[in-house]
């Protein structure tokens, strides 16, 4: 994980650069998220915590004052303590044992945002993104893990409110909801929990 630990950094340090130039001359905006989570549906008996362990950052090119296309990159970890499960580690090998399950996802998608109100400083919209969804399970046991990990196809309705300072302050804040789905193939204590579904809350900064 420490290289997509660099990697995310790189890429912030990137979007900072070209969001300290005037964004706004060339139509771009962009922003950092704290990010909070909670899996959905089957997933739910893998983990079903509420996390705070998540980041995002995105920046939009400007089409139009109402529509925008862009990039938005996140990184998330929920985690619960289980009850003891009995766990088949290898075939013949069969444990007993309380377990501490985690789950990672780092989505990496395309976005179109359509902004519903472009006038003022209040701009709720509404986009979708499409892309790709790397995720992995991990359950640890006594002294032992089980990994689960692989990248999939991935979509992210998302819904949220942009407040800017003013067209001569280039600050604002973002604040969102999204719900997304990866079509991964994970099966837990012999059931498929598939597809991966999740909503991300946030709130972060806008540059522009």
Do not use: C
Request: net charge positive; aromatic share 16%.
């Amino acid at each position: 994980m420490k290289k997509i630990h660099s990697g995310f950094l790189f890429l912030l340090a990137i979007i900072i650069g070209f969001l300290s130039a005037p964004a706004h001359a060339i139509g771009l905006k962009g922003g950092i998220n704290w990010d909070m989570s909670t899996s959905l549906g089957k997933y739910k008996q893998f983990t079903d915590m509420f996390s705070y362990r998540g980041a995002s950052i995105w920046l939009d090119l400007n089409l139009t004052k109402r529509f925008s296309v862009g990039i938005d990159i996140g990184y998330h970890q929920s985690f619960e303590n289980k009850d003891r499960n009995t766990f088949e580690y290898q075939p013949g090998q069969v444990f007993t044992a309380s377990t501490y399950n985690t789950m990672y996802d780092i989505p990496i998608m395309a976005t179109f945002k359509y902004t519903i109100i472009a006038r003022g400083i209040i701009h709720p919209y509404v986009g979708i993104g499409a892309g790709a969804v790397y995720t992995r399970q991990e359950i640890i046991f006594l002294d032992m893990a089980i990994r689960d990990k692989s990248w999939n196809f991935g979509l992210a309705p998302t819904v949220g409110i942009q407040l800017t300072l003013g067209k001569r302050i280039p600050l604002g804040f973002n604040i969102f909801a999204k719900y997304g789905l990866a079509f991964n193939d994970y099966t837990y204590r012999d059931k498929k929990l598939n597809p991966y579904q999740y909503i991300h809350v946030g709130v972060g900064l806008l540059f522009q």
